[in-house]
């Protein structure tokens, strides 16, 4: 009597102070723990539960017969089950071994096994493992469907045993190589977003494209980089940038923790095309262009990759001899190429006035860029301002005469 109160007054007492301990494990749970005693049959360990946990100490003896673990070293284990009242771990990833045993072993404690995928059938894999057959559907080979589904014939992976016995059909041995890669999944992505911050460049995979956006797996958790992050273009569809399977360098824009959501840039990490060319070009500079959009106040030409300027319905009459026009389509359509002068540059508003090039108008001609401004935005830029200040000496430069 006295000695289950104790064990209440402890209790209590452990509640007053904030401890927090773990109640309990899933079965194949990694875990952190640090090695209070090597001494008798088991490795006793802390694992932050009011119970210690044990590991059979063969499990930590090297080939030559000396132990790896010692007292107060930090190991990673794996909860196998409860034996005796024990919390039982395994200093063993993955299950070991053939036959029925060793199946019921890695079923029982959701330790992963490896397995060959042998051949595609009906609804998903044959999948070697132990020795035996097992069948792996389509649906459980990975997190995403990316890869063609015969690229996995042939090849050893490693899946976590979801059922395991027999059925009327006879032995029913299904195995889940998506539920080992959440697993692991998990475990990153409590490292990651303990690591993670806005403003940090990271390296990630896409996912998944959709109209709004991309999804990047950063290891352990997915970002979305919005459609309007993913390049400086104007109006490009997200599908035309990146594919899934795609690694990407990300900007984290938003981080929340309590939310877990994160806003990822693409186009934060490449040169901004407009301070290129607000560097480069001043009002008054000629060049060509090309209309890419139509509004009912007026046209939009593109002048570079990512940068676009107005044409307004009142500049673009002068194409209709100074006639008043309701529409920019009365004298312009999309794809038309066509030179034009610049008004004015507001690069932090990203806003360019434009207006055409009538052909009794001396202008000085520069050619419509060649390059690809997110590998050198300022390269066609440069060569461009040399052509042109070639073409000024001469003041009849670019007219048919």
């Known amino acids: 009597m006295k000695d289950s109160k104790a064990k209440a007054d402890f209790a209590a007492l452990l509640a007053a102070g904030g401890m927090d301990y773990r109640r309990g494990f899933d079965p194949g749970e990694e875990v952190r723990a640090t090695v209070v005693s090597t001494k008798g049959q088991y490795v006793v360990l802390d694992v932050g539960a009011k119970d210690e946990g044990v590991v059979p100490k063969e499990e930590f003896v090297l080939e030559d017969g ?5 007292e107060g070293e930090r190991v990673t284990v794996w909860f196998a089950g409860m034996r005796q009242g024990n919390l039982l771990f395994t200093a063993r990833n993955k299950a070991t071994g ?4 060793a199946l019921r072993q890695a079923f029982e404690a959701g330790t992963p096994i490896d397995g060959l995928v042998k051949a595609e059938v009906k609804g998903g894999y044959e999948v070697e493992v132990a020795g035996q057959r097992a069948f792996c559907p389509y649906s459980q080979m990975e997190l995403h469907r990316a890869k063609e589904p015969a690229e996995f014939v042939g090849t050893k992976q490693t899946f976590l045993i979801s059922e395991c016995g027999e059925d009327e059909r006879g032995a029913n041995l299904v ?3 998506r539920a080992f890669l959440e697993r692991e999944r998990s475990a990153q992505k409590a490292d990651l977003l303990a690591d993670l911050a806005e403003g940090q460049t990271r390296e990630g995979t896409v996912t998944r494209v959709m109209d709004f956006g991309a999804f990047v797996d950063l290891g352990g958790a997915e970002g979305l980089v919005p459609v ?15 594919r899934p399977g795609d690694t990407v360098e990300v900007l984290v824009q938003r981080f929340d923790p309590v939310t877990e959501r994160i806003t990822l840039s693409l186009r934060a990490l490449r040169q901004n ?4 060319f607000a560097a480069q070009y001043r009002p008054g500079d000629v060049l060509n262009a090309k ?6 106040f007026g046209a939009f030409a593109q002048l570079a990759p990512g940068v676009d300027g107005l044409l307004s319905n009142g500049r673009l009459a002068a194409l209709a001899k100074g ?6 389509h009365e004298v312009v359509e999309e794809g038309q190429e066509l030179e034009v002068k610049i008004d004015s540059i507001d690069a932090d508003a990203h806003k360019i006035a434009l207006r055409p090039v009538v052909e009794d108008e001396p202008r000085a001609k520069q050619e419509a860029p060649a390059n690809d401004p997110d590998e050198d935005p300022s390269a066609w830029l440069r060569a461009n301002r040399a052509k042109n200040a070639s073409l000024g ?9």
């Open 66 to 70: 000396t132990l790896r673990a010692q």
């Open 98 to 101: 053939r036959g029925d045993a």
């Open 175 to 177: 195995v889940s190589r």
């Open 228 to 242: 309007r992050e993913l390049s400086w273009e104007r109006g490009a569809k997200a599908e035309d940038l990146v």
């Open 273 to 276: 095309p407009w301070e290129a």
């Open 291 to 296: 209309i890419v959009r139509i509004a009912t």
């Open 323 to 328: 006639r008043r026009i309701a529409s920019a």
């Open 393 to 401: 000496n001469n003041p009849f430069a670019g007219l048919n005469l």
